[in-house]
């Protein structure tokens, strides 16, 4: 993987990669339902960027990532020392999807998870299998009350490039893979989550926003998963990022360069119009849409005819792969 990106070009690279920062950073967000301010964005791109620094995952360090990615009203300074569950929204709020164990093993847990990280550094198991296992184990875990989906799914880009899988400022949009497949990433979540809920007898009062578990929590319950599908699943993402999502914007930069090269040759329109210009012709299929034709009302329909079909011409490629995706 490495070797195929440092064969592209590194100016092409960086403006890929610049996009592929976006599109990771909004899906993360998009996978909770939220939209983050541009604020948000500029600081979850900067930990991207950081990502890969041969820190073990203390508790600190931890704590220090998961205030990166929440506001700082939520922000956290330690493990959470309370018994926290998930639910949907809606009238059911006294059915939780999901019980987490009880701080009381937190600890344990953590240092288990950390553990396995270390086998990246050693070189004593397959980096993406380890991400895998170190990601999804510390979901599971849930130690925080807030942000813990979001730093499980950073975790997967920090050991990566800690392994060396992706090279020092590339980012692989694996959200944005996981987003496009959101119902098998909720089903590989709901395969560990539900059939422990499920054995617990607990009291949840939405309105008070206590739960109060009634029966047993051993560390059993909770320590051990088989992780084989979700090792698949990010490999799966992972491969997909490199021959779809990073060749697909690879592919757009190129044409958009050749579409550019020949449009200014007699077309006299300012660079961020023509970009736009661009991007809503590709974006509606080799022509510009009726309801956008306004926009751009100061070109005539006869150069308006000849700027399609440069695009579609050069686009052509881009326009059948994006289709048959």
């Given at each position: 993987?490495?070797?195929?990106?440092?064969?592209?070009?590194?100016?092409?690279?960086?403006?890929?990669?610049?996009?592929?920062?976006?599109?990771?950073?909004?899906?993360?967000?998009s996978i909770e339902h939220e939209i983050p301010d541009n604020q948000r964005v500029?600081?979850?791109?900067?930990?991207?960027?950081?990502?890969?620094?041969?820190?073990?995952?203390?508790?600190?360090?931890?704590?220090?990532?998961?205030?990166?990615i929440i506001s700082g009203l939520r922000a956290e300074y330690s493990f959470r020392d309370q018994q926290?569950?998930?639910?949907?929204?809606?009238?059911?709020?006294?059915?939780?999807?999901?019980?987490?164990?009880?701080?009381?093993?937190?600890?344990?847990?953590?240092?288990?998870?950390?553990?396995?990280?270390?086998?990246?550094?050693?070189?004593?198991?397959?980096?993406?299998?380890v991400a895998?296992?170190?990601?999804?184990?510390?979901?599971?875990?849930?130690?925080?009350?807030?942000?813990?989906?979001?730093?499980?799914?950073?975790?997967?880009h920090h050991l990566l490039r800690q392994a060396g899988v992706t090279p020092e400022g590339?980012?692989?949009?694996?959200?944005?893979?996981?987003?496009?497949?959101?119902?098998?990433?909720?089903?590989?979540?709901?395969?560990y989550s539900a059939p422990r809920t499920a054995l617990l007898n607990y009291a949840l009062d939405a309105d008070s926003d206590t739960i109060l578990i009634k029966s047993p929590q051993p560390w059993w319950l909770y320590a051990s998963f088989d992780a084989t599908a979700l090792c698949e699943f990010v490999f799966e993402c992972i491969e997909q990022c490199v021959e779809q999502d990073l060749?697909?914007?690879?592919?757009?930069?190129?044409?958009?360069?050749?579409?550019?090269t020949r449009l200014e040759s007699w077309l006299d329109l300012r660079q961020s119009r023509l970009s736009n210009l661009i991007d809503l012709i590709v974006q509606n299929h080799g022509e510009l849409s009726r309801r956008k034709r306004k926009l751009f009302e100061d070109i005539t329909d006869e150069e308006l005819?000849?700027?399609?079909?440069?695009?579609?011409?050069?686009?052509?490629d881009y326009l059948e792969r994006d289709a048959s995706n």
């Open positions: 993987m490495g070797s195929a990106i440092r064969r592209l070009e590194p100016e092409l690279l960086a403006r890929a990669v610049d996009y592929l920062y976006l599109a990771e950073t909004r899906s993360t967000y500029a600081k979850f791109r900067r930990l991207l960027e950081y990502a890969g620094q041969h820190v073990p995952l203390t508790e600190s360090q931890l704590c220090e990532w998961q205030n990166e926290n569950w998930l639910s949907r929204g809606g009238r059911l709020r006294n059915i939780a999807d999901y019980i987490p164990p009880p701080p009381t093993q937190l600890g344990a847990m953590m240092d288990g998870i950390a553990a396995v990280a270390g086998l990246v550094e050693s070189h004593a198991a397959n980096p993406i299998v895998a296992c170190v990601s999804f184990g510390f979901v599971f875990a849930h130690p925080f009350y807030d942000g813990n989906g979001r730093l499980h799914r950073f975790l997967i590339v980012v692989l949009p694996v959200s944005a893979r996981m987003l496009k497949q959101l119902d098998v990433y909720a089903g590989l979540l709901k395969s060749a697909q914007e690879i592919q757009y930069l190129r044409a958009y360069d050749a579409s550019v005819t000849r700027i399609e079909t440069v695009v579609r011409d050069e686009f052509a």
